[in-house]
């Protein structure tokens, strides 16, 4: 224009044709170069957001986004979603072994990249276009506001760095994309997961994997997930507990917004609802409820037999909280626990009093320490097992005999140091005026209960010992017909050894040979052969075994019927609650019946089926009895490998005392073999009877009711096992009786494991929270599920008014 201008001043004439040339030449060349700096602006776009697809997830939208402003988004969209799942079923198979490579985002980014790749020569194609569009809309987007950046905005990105942009649309897409993490299970299950460290767990490597799904896999999944079961009264308190899985469970009330109220109105109630006192008794922290009825103890017509010292439990179990003793702290590890524990933990010296010089017990600073002695054994327990197996060849201690009955153990050194000689002890003695032996027991790691040899039959089954013990126990067992010998002969497996090493055996005073005399009498009218009487110079005490016989020979050839044979409808495992009477059980004939054989050897009868479980029986599980065992065997094992050991934190060097709260064949005790602990089995009174079972493969265990209190101290376990227990008996009994109990015989920082009905599992986990114990998982799947808490020392404030008042 200029040109022209300046032509018409100087009055020359230029040709209209060559200036029309020039002016479209000119402005053909501005075009060109206006559309080369445009298409330079867009094309390294495309190149950032390709090369930037490893780094973040989003960023691949970017490219699309001008093509989705002017087609409307839509058939990118769709586009995205045909080809995101075959890309993310690829992904999940590559990082099924290695969790937390990539996060969430990240999955769904390389999910877009084939789709990148497909779509890139088209999108150059576009690119002259998009820059017209763009040019044309300029107006537009000034006046409604940048819809590129807007739809930047909502997938929460910045054009710039690819950072998420902070804002109420971003925060819903969040809460979406937390929505498909609830949803994307495995196909057909339902399943919940809270874990107090993230990765503790395998299964959340499929969890992560699963998260990176798209909204067309997430509406395949909708309706199944709608019947997924989740303790949503607990939800707000497990989001708290991990980072990784907030999405699991934040969203399951927007799946069915009414379960969501009919759960968690009534948990948060039920929650509020659970109040605790401690526990108005005499006995403070050393509380055991069916021991300390005092108002029971009152009533009885006679404590001639020991009557006081048997179980006489409450009508009403108590739902109170023993209070801790005054200094207590975290139990020394086995086995230091074994010479020494804390003196605060059980504050008594009275024992250390009378029995010091025995070796027993010493004060000693903070601690109590157990230098190994007993009444019998001054100069170490060590010493005085392998004296016995010296004089007994045939005891052959951690082989052929495996489980014992320690009766009147005082702190169970001697049962604590035949662990070295692989054996197991059950020690049992009364709480009397030797103040906490059991406890003693307990705190050291040694397995003990609470029982007297009284009017009842202690709560075992017949044939199951392989050797009884008494060092000196005080059981008179000579009186009345040998009442108590016989309860012994009860539990002594056919061929089983009595060991005694009581004064009568080697002391000459009048009532010591007295004794022994009525002892030889009674002993050979029960057939048992007194096979070694020796004396331990070093204790200076002496040691009678006898050993029970293998058959019904000798019963059959006795010239009088005294003691007489029990009736044929006695049913010598009939334990619960049951007389004891003078009477003998015949040996079993049958070759195939329990007790007509001696065990396999240690260790080789812990993994083999009895030889009396027979396939024509039918096992707990609905298998035929040897394959139940074994699938039994075969689960625990897994599970403890699996999810115990390395998928729970637990600390396994800090448990020692553990309880099966419902055992059925023993395969969670035998799955923890190779661990520094012992398993106390309970198999409650209402369930199929496979204690015996649990003795014939070398564990031990004990009868229970478990709408009474258990017969041990306050704080005696470390860990306690529930499968499927809380479920059966909470209709019985109530849970609040039996969680009260719980917390009386865990330890602080002890765990318990529960394995329930979802249902149960939600219901526990609300009480325990009531109870300020640590959640440190939950898991469900299926309506089963998995729960583990830990105890603190909180106790609560308020105290009971009711008494229980100590005998």
Not at 57 to 70: R, Y
Not at 122 to 148: A, H, M, R
Not at 579 to 596: D, F, I, N, Y
């Amino acid at each position: 224009m200029a040109l022209g201008k300046y032509s018409r001043v100087d009055g020359r004439k230029s040709s209209s044709y060559c200036s029309t040339v020039t002016i479209v030449v000119f402005v053909a060349l501005c075009l060109v170069g206006v559309w080369m700096m445009t298409s330079s602006s867009v094309v390294p776009v495309q190149n950032s957001d390709v090369s930037s697809q490893g780094k973040t997830s989003d960023a691949t939208t970017q490219v699309s986004e001008s093509k989705e402003s002017s087609n409307g988004g839509s058939e990118s969209n769709n586009n995205a979603g045909d080809e995101s799942n075959p890309t993310d079923e690829g992904k999940s198979k590559q990082f099924e072994d290695n969790p937390g490579d990539l996060p969430e985002d990240a999955t769904k980014g390389d999910a877009s990249v084939s789709q990148e790749e497909n779509n890139s020569n088209s999108q150059q194609t576009e690119s002259t276009t998009e820059v017209k569009q763009e040019e044309k809309s300029t107006e537009q987007n000034e006046e409604t506001g940048d819809s590129k950046s807007e739809t930047q905005s909502e997938s929460g990105i910045d054009n710039s760095d690819g950072k998420k942009i902070e804002d109420k649309d971003s925060e819903a897409g969040e809460k979406n994309e937390n929505k498909s993490v609830g949803e994307e299970t495995e196909e057909g299950s339902d399943e919940k997961k809270s874990v107090e460290n993230p990765g503790e767990l395998n299964e959340k490597k499929d969890q992560e994997v699963d998260q990176g799904s798209d909204e067309k896999a997430d509406g395949q999944k909708k309706d199944q997930s709608s019947n997924e079961v989740f303790p949503s009264g607990a939800q707000s308190d497990l989001l708290n507990e991990t980072t990784t899985q907030n999405g699991a469970f934040s969203t399951q009330a927007s799946e069915s917004k009414n379960e969501k109220e009919t759960q968690k109105s009534p948990e948060s109630d039920k929650e509020s609802r659970y109040t605790w006192k401690v526990c108005n008794s005499t006995a403070g922290p050393d509380y055991i409820p069916c021991l300390d009825n005092l108002e029971a103890i009152r009533s009885l017509r006679s404590t001639k037999h020991y009557e006081h010292r048997e179980r006489h439990c409450p009508d009403n179990p108590p739902t109170c909280l023993v209070p801790l003793p005054e200094g207590y702290q975290r139990s020394v590890e086995w086995p230091t626990s074994r010479e020494k524990i804390w003196y605060h933990n059980v504050p008594h010296t009275k024992l250390a009093e009378v029995k010091g010089h025995q070796n027993w017990v010493k004060v000693s600073g903070e601690y109590l320490t157990f230098p190994g002695g007993g009444t019998q054994f001054k100069h170490g327990a060590l010493h005085y097992i392998d004296f016995i197996q010296q004089s007994i060849p045939d005891i052959a201690w951690g082989k052929r005999t495996r489980v014992i009955l320690d009766v009147g153990c005082g702190v169970a050194s001697f049962g604590g140091y035949l662990f070295d000689r692989d054996v197991l002890a059950m020690s049992l003695a009364p709480k009397d005026e030797h103040e906490a032996q059991v406890q003693f027991a307990l705190e050291r790691g040694i397995p003990a209960i609470s029982a007297v040899m009284g009017t009842k039959r202690l709560p075992f089954p017949s044939r199951v010992f392989d050797v009884v013990h008494c060092a000196r126990c005080r059981v008179p067992w000579h009186i009345e017909g040998g009442k108590l010998l016989l309860e012994l002969n009860r539990l002594l497996r056919p061929g089983g050894l009595f060991v005694w090493s009581a004064t009568p055996v080697y002391q000459k005073l009048p009532e010591d040979v007295e004794i022994w005399e009525a002892m030889k009498k009674l002993t050979k009218a029960m057939c048992w052969e007194l096979i070694s009487k020796t004396k331990d110079r070093v204790n200076a005490v002496g040691v009678a075994v006898y050993r029970k016989p293998m058959d019904n020979e000798c019963y059959e050839q006795r010239s009088e019927d005294a003691p007489p044979l029990c009736q044929g409808s006695d049913d010598p495992n009939a334990a619960w609650n049951v007389p004891l009477q003078a009477c003998l059980h015949k040996a079993p004939v049958a070759t195939s019946e329990r007790g007509s054989q001696w065990p396999e050897s240690w260790p080789a009868r812990l993994s083999k089926s009895p030889y009396w479980l027979l396939s024509s029986q039918v096992g707990v599980y609905g298998k035929p009895a040897p394959e139940d065992f074994t699938a039994d065997y075969e689960h625990w094992k897994h599970v403890v490998k699996n999810s115990y050991i390395n998928g729970m934190g637990i600390n396994w060097s800090t448990v020692r005392n553990v309880m099966d709260m419902r055992a059925i064949y023993g395969g969670f005790a035998a799955a923890l073999r190779d661990l520094n602990v012992w398993v106390m089995n309970i198999v409650s009174v209402d369930a199929p009877d496979t204690l015996p079972i649990i003795y014939e493969r070398g564990l031990f265990g004990i009868y229970h009711d478990w709408c009474e209190s258990f017969s041990t101290y306050p704080r005696s376990y470390d860990l306690l096992h529930a499968d499927h227990l809380f479920s059966k008996i909470k209709t019985k009994c109530g849970l609040p009786a039996i969680v009260a109990e719980v917390d009386r015989i865990l330890r602080p920082e002890g765990k318990l494991i529960v394995r329930d009905k979802v249902e149960a599992v939600t219901e526990l986990e609300s009480m325990f929270k009531s109870m300020h114990y640590e959640i440190r998982m939950t898991y469900s799947k299926d309506k089963e599920g998995l729960l583990c808490v830990q105890k603190t020392m909180w106790r609560p404030k308020e105290v009971e008014t009711l008494t229980y008042a100590l005998a």
